[in-house]
């Protein structure tokens, strides 16, 4: 697809591109592994892009440090705001350090503790408030009225978008042969960004979301047509908990090729079977992509057309545990 097949989106792969330059000193490029034991309950080969040994854990740091790079000097004095109680909260608090300005984040005051350590501990001021959306936004709207902060949201922004989509670009080049790549789905800033830039680069590769049964949204919002928010969500995969944005909806609903649910207890076996078989330690939300790698959905594709998915990326979003909390039964 060409750039200006994209010019609808919130990010072309020219702004992908751009990102890419503008991140590459301050993010890892993450390493792609393989598995044979994998290989052999997926049966087809997979190639895990592992987003978990991004800095501060997940692929988060990408976008935030794409964002927080494009304010201006003006802005940057201000600072910047956002609303989190998970991975973008670290990573824009960590993207803001490295800048050398002023971050503060809004978090529900039922966070996990950890969480809030691992905030501070990259510089950031933390303000607490109920656990609701809207005292998360109100809370964020007080800070930047007397700041004038500039808010980077955890997905619904062009840069972070942008910043997001250099994981396609940097996994296309090490596997230029993938027919699919899996990935995670919440509120949709990662698959928007992996989709813009890999169907530019390879049109026919097919972009599947991966998405937990009891946060189902996404998958709801492309087979009605219009963002169907989330009910409730309780699945374990909390990174995967948020609905679609207005920039996001629109690129799941034309570039993502099929969005496949998976159970809780499925998200449990293979975020164990990852630990146990691949010695690396994901969390529930990167373990989605894996159970829909090894899926039923999986093997009745391959049985229909074994030429369609040959070789496929799974993205490993994040790495980020809450060790007290484990999902195992030991």
Not at 263 to 290: C, F, N, Q, Y
Request: net charge neutral; aromatic share 4%.
């Amino acid at each position: 697809m060409t750039t200006a097949a994209h010019a609808a989106y919130a990010a072309t792969i020219d702004d992908i591109r751009a990102a890419r330059r503008r991140i590459d000193p301050f993010v890892h490029r993450t390493p792609v592994l393989t598995s044979a034991t994998l290989d052999a309950l997926a049966r087809c080969h997979l190639y895990f892009k592992c987003e978990f040994l991004q800095k501060t854990g997940s692929f988060k740091y990408r976008g935030a440090t794409n964002a927080v790079q494009m304010l201006s000097d003006t802005e940057a004095a201000r600072g910047v705001v956002t609303h989190s109680s998970g991975n973008h909260a670290q990573a824009l608090a960590l993207a803001a350090k490295v800048r050398g300005i002023r971050a503060t984040v809004v978090m529900p005051s039922n966070s996990a503790e950890i969480k809030k350590i691992a905030v501070r501990g990259y510089g950031a001021e933390i303000i607490e408030c109920e656990p609701t959306l809207e005292a998360r936004e109100s809370a964020a709207a007080r800070v930047i009225s007397q700041t004038g902060g500039a808010m980077i949201p955890p997905f619904n922004h062009p840069s972070v978008i942008a910043g997001q989509g250099t994981i396609a670009l940097e996994l296309l080049d090490e596997c230029p042969h993938l027919d699919a790549i899996i990935v995670p789905l919440g509120g949709g800033g990662l698959i928007s960004g992996i989709a813009i830039a890999a169907k530019a680069l390879k049109p026919s590769i097919k972009i599947i979301g991966a998405e937990p049964e009891l946060a189902g949204d996404a998958a709801a919002s492309k087979r009605e047509g219009s963002i169907q928010p989330a009910m409730k969500p309780v699945t374990i995969a909390d990174g995967l908990r948020t609905s679609l944005g207005p920039l996001t909806f629109p690129v799941v609903r034309d570039l993502v090729d099929e969005i496949v649910l998976v159970s809780e207890a499925d998200i449990v076996l293979h975020m164990r079977l990852v630990w146990e078989r691949m010695k690396i330690t994901i969390e529930p939300s990167a373990a989605v992509g894996v159970a829909v790698a090894c899926s039923a959905w999986m093997h009745a594709r391959q049985s229909h057309n074994q030429q369609d998915l040959r070789h496929v990326g799974v993205v490993l979003c994040g790495g980020n545990v809450d060790l007290a909390a484990l999902p195992f039964t030991l």
